[in-house]
């Protein structure tokens, strides 16, 4: 594995936020879920797309905290633009597992 430096870390930018609405997404090839994350003050609501239904349903997720990437380019997902990257990680049968503080902390705290 190529190593980076602590610079080339710093230039991804990810924030925490507080999904507050949540639901399927039509269109899209793999089931997903469009989540609309508020970012606080400074980054304001973001779109995304997420292929998230295996372990989550749109209702339990309302009120969640997630990590997302803010700083890469919008992508079209059928014809929905989803403006993050909510990050997560593979289970063991591939399906995403969301990343989250364990405690409660402000919307669009950075990662460090």
Request: net charge negative.
């Amino acid at each position: 594995m190529e190593q980076i430096t602590y610079d080339d870390f710093e230039t991804v930018d990810i924030r925490v936020g507080t999904i507050v609405e949540a639901a399927p997404l039509e269109g899209a090839r793999k089931p997903a879920l469009r989540l609309l994350i508020d970012f606080g003050p400074e980054l304001g609501t973001r779109k995304s797309s997420a292929q998230i239904t295996v372990h989550y349903t749109p209702e339990e997720l309302v009120g969640r905290q997630v990590a997302a990437v803010v700083n890469f380019p919008p992508r079209q997902i059928g014809k929905f633009m989803s403006q993050v990257l909510t990050l997560g990680f593979p289970a063991e049968d591939g399906s995403v597992v969301l990343i989250a503080p364990t405690k409660p902390v402000p919307n669009g705290g950075k990662l460090f």
